[in-house]
């Protein structure tokens, strides 16, 4: 199809509209229950008390705001897009936000008598914004871009992709989480409960960073997509495997006869065996010659052990071996030639699968 066809096709999926909103417009949206910036969302809403206070601080300046972006809903409500940040530090300041106490702001660079104040204390008035500074911040104005509900469905959740990748949110799998979330709920409340599984906690024994990092969804992302995956397609990773887990996770989300049962007994099963063998080793490198495991969490080796014990839940050797089996990995040939420094996934995992496959099978 030539390009321009495909510009006018695409174009026509999507219907957009867009204006300017005062603040205090945004604030009523929210109180009668207009808009929804997601609870779920609000896991990643990661701004720190500074950022807060210089976003409010911009508001006072009138400095120019980002546009906000919704999607519209069949029934007429707005889901957010991108600007829960902008939007949550609104309502939490001026103490609409729910389950969050109003938040005192801090000093910034440009207005550092800021610092304490607050939108409206009726027992602390000299720390509280005075009449005229609240109407200001009500009446500024943070324009709204809208997807109209008879946009292609896809396009709210591309657009969330691409708003959502230039560091507003800190890390891919918080852009895939979201992402998750907006297309299968359902498929979003597995993983996460997936992760809070304790044999899983236990045996990746991960850094409070990582968890914070949203790692831990990641890693069971990584199993779900592919512990069952054929080899064939294993070799067709492409060169970004991060771009890969995205565009999978999001194939998953839209199979309407996706088995869930069958992913989590998968999973239960594989971290079952491995708590009860290896635990908090299960991941760490083997020294054969202290007959030891050593150091911390290495994805290499869950590519290897997770998934081939994942592949291979339904008929396993014996549990009194594993361990054995999992101590062979480290002197094995393959494992050590693709799971060294400067090996990327791409090249990595079409060999350490099939590893896995062949070292857990109970033939």
Same mark, same amino acid.
């Given at each position: 199809?030539?390009?321009? *066809? ?20 945004? =604030? ?5 229950? *207009? ?25 006072? +300046? @009138? ?24 939007? !949550? ?8 936000? *729910? ?6 702001? #801090? ?20 720390? !509280? ?43 891919? #799998?918080?852009?895939? /989480?979201?992402?998750? +979330? $907006? +297309?299968?709920?359902?498929? %979003? ?22 968890? *914070?990092?949203? %790692?831990? $969804? ?20 492409? &060169? ?8 999978? =996770?999001?194939? =998953?989300?839209?199979? #309407? ?28 490198? %083997?020294?054969?010659? /202290?007959?030891?495991?050593? @150091? @911390?969490?290495?994805? !290499? ?14 008929? =396993? ?17 393959? %494992? &050590? ?27």
């Amino acid at each position: 199809m030539p390009l321009q *066809e495909e510009i006018d096709k695409t174009s026509q999926d999507i219907r957009t509209d867009g204006y300017s909103m005062s603040i205090g417009e945004w =604030m009523s949206l929210y109180q009668s229950n *207009e808009i929804d910036i997601n609870p779920d969302f609000q896991r990643f809403f990661r701004w720190s008390e500074y950022q807060k206070s210089t976003f409010i601080e911009s508001i006072l +300046l @009138g400095i120019p705001i980002p546009p906000i972006f919704v999607s519209q809903r069949d029934d007429g409500v707005w889901d957010v897009v991108d600007g829960v940040q902008r939007l !949550s530090t609104i309502y939490e300041f001026t103490g609409l936000l *729910e389950n969050r106490d109003p938040v005192a702001l #801090q000093k910034t660079t440009y207005l550092p008598s800021l610092e304490g104040k607050k939108w409206d204390d009726p027992n602390d008035e000299d720390n !509280s914004l005075t009449q005229t500074q609240r109407l200001l911040i009500r009446r500024a104005k943070i324009s709204v871009n809208i997807v109209k509900k008879e946009s292609d469905p896809m396009i709210k959740y591309e657009l969330f992709q691409r708003l959502n990748t230039g560091g507003s949110i800190a890390t891919p #799998q918080e852009v895939r /989480n979201c992402i998750l +979330l $907006m +297309l299968n709920k359902k498929l %979003y409340e597995l993983t996460r409960s997936l992760a809070n599984y304790e044999p899983f906690k236990n045996c990746i024994a991960l850094s409070d960073r990582l968890y *914070e990092e949203q %790692y831990d $969804m990641e890693l069971v992302l990584r199993f779900i997509l592919l512990f069952d995956k054929s080899e064939e397609d294993i070799r067709k990773l492409g &060169n970004d495997v991060s771009v890969f887990l995205t565009e999978e =996770m999001r194939k =998953m989300a839209l199979d #309407q006869q996706l088995d869930y049962s069958y992913i989590e007994i998968a999973f239960h099963t594989t971290f079952d065996i491995l708590n009860q063998t290896t635990g908090d080793n299960s991941f760490k490198r %083997y020294k054969p010659e /202290n007959d030891r495991f050593l @150091g @911390g969490f290495l994805l !290499s080796a869950f590519e290897v052990i997770a998934l081939g014990i994942g592949y291979n839940y339904q008929k =396993m050797p014996p549990t009194n071996k594993i361990s054995d089996l999992i101590k062979s990995i480290w002197s094995d040939t393959t %494992y &050590n030639n693709w799971s060294g420094a400067g090996v990327n996934a791409a090249r990595r995992l079409p060999h350490l699968i099939p590893l896995g496959r062949g070292v857990f099978s109970p033939s």
